[in-house]
């Protein structure tokens, strides 16, 4: 896509599915819905229309309610819709996740595997000086065990920042970014308070995931990959079962959504990819779309259950399990409908 294509979309993102993916609850007044967790924000789902009655703001655009709403600046709003970047030239942002690995043999027509330098420059908040607020949120709301938040603080890839984001939105978590040699490529935001929800990226942050590896394999190579769309998830989820696991060569890797590129490069060298996004049609068709498997060991945790996440599960551990069901994700009814016609 064109960066003209791309901004056009993040301008047309359907606000009501944005916020609802996030995460957020919406209640419909009238014609307009009501996002619970930002006092004042409404969307009329017609016209996807916004208006922040506190902010007095609004209008039909959607980059522009995510900048008023939540700060940012121009690229970030476009990246949070619609999960591009947008590119000075015609190279790619990816970063120094990969490596080439046989630059003889690479020829034009391939597509190269040398990440790219950012053409901007990534910006870290700063660190808090006291960690209380990531704590008391990540155990008190989330239920994670604060030796396993410990151990992630302690690791150098996660931290609170106290830099603000938009209106109220002033303690955050940062899941920092970075690469096999260690190297920063960016991070992302999530925010501390239980009211109001906000997530973002690190600005400068191009096409990298969040990775935490707890026993690195001996002759240095991953062995497998689970993949989660949160890093609160994936905390939730080794929390869980960091017991049962095979942890030596084993990388938890969360994408900030379904992005597939980070996983698809570590398929393509051997890395066994395991699915552990969300329960739900999105994450279904991801799975489809990309050849990702969701092993039986998943789908026994989580989908017999019913629950959408592991932080549900980890937070509602006794809901009684439900009788097996079959999700069958849109692409896979479509092709179905189409054969049959």
Not at 244 to 262: M, N, Q, R
Request: hydrophobic content about 35%.
């Amino acid at each position: 896509m064109t960066n003209d294509e791309i901004i056009e979309s993040a301008r047309r993102k359907n606000l009501v599915e944005y916020f609802q993916a996030c995460g957020y609850t919406l209640q419909k007044k009238g014609t307009e819905f009501y996002v619970n967790e930002i006092k004042g924000l409404t969307i009329n789902p017609n016209s996807n229309a916004w208006y922040h009655h506190y902010q007095r703001a609004g209008g039909y655009n959607a980059i522009d309610c995510l900048c008023k709403v939540f700060d940012m600046d121009f690229k970030e709003a476009v990246h949070a819709l619609t999960g591009e970047y947008l590119q000075s030239g015609k190279q790619s942002q990816q970063t120094g996740w990969f490596k080439k690995k046989n630059t003889q043999a690479a020829s034009p027509q391939q597509t190269p595997t040398e990440p790219v330098k950012q053409k901007k420059e990534i910006e870290m908040p700063e660190k808090a000086a006291a960690n209380a607020p990531l704590f008391a949120y990540l155990h008190k709301t989330r239920g994670i065990p604060y030796d396993v938040i410990k151990e992630f603080t302690d690791s150098g890839l996660l931290y609170q920042t106290n830099k603000k984001f938009g209106n109220g939105f002033k303690a955050n978590a940062v899941f920092v970014h970075r690469d096999r040699e260690g190297t920063l490529v960016g991070g992302e935001l999530q925010g501390l308070d239980p009211v109001y929800r906000f997530k973002g990226m690190v600005a400068g942050t191009g096409d990298t995931a969040f990775q935490f590896v707890p026993v690195p394999a001996k002759d240095g190579k991953l062995k497998r990959a689970y993949i989660f769309e949160s890093s609160i998830d994936l905390m939730s989820f080794y929390t869980m079962f960091r017991k049962e696991l095979k942890l030596e060569g084993t990388a938890f890797i969360s994408l900030a959504g379904l992005k597939p590129t980070v996983p698809k490069h570590l398929q393509a060298e051997g890395v066994e990819i395991i699915s552990c996004v969300d329960n739900d049609t999105a994450g279904q068709n991801f799975e489809v779309d990309n050849g990702f498997r969701r092993s039986d060991f998943v789908k026994e945790h989580l989908d017999v259950k019913g629950l959408k996440d592991w932080n549900d599960l980890l937070r509602y551990p006794d809901v009684k399990p439900e009788p097996a069901r079959t999700i069958t994700p849109v692409n896979e009814q479509y092709a179905v409908r189409s054969m049959m016609h």
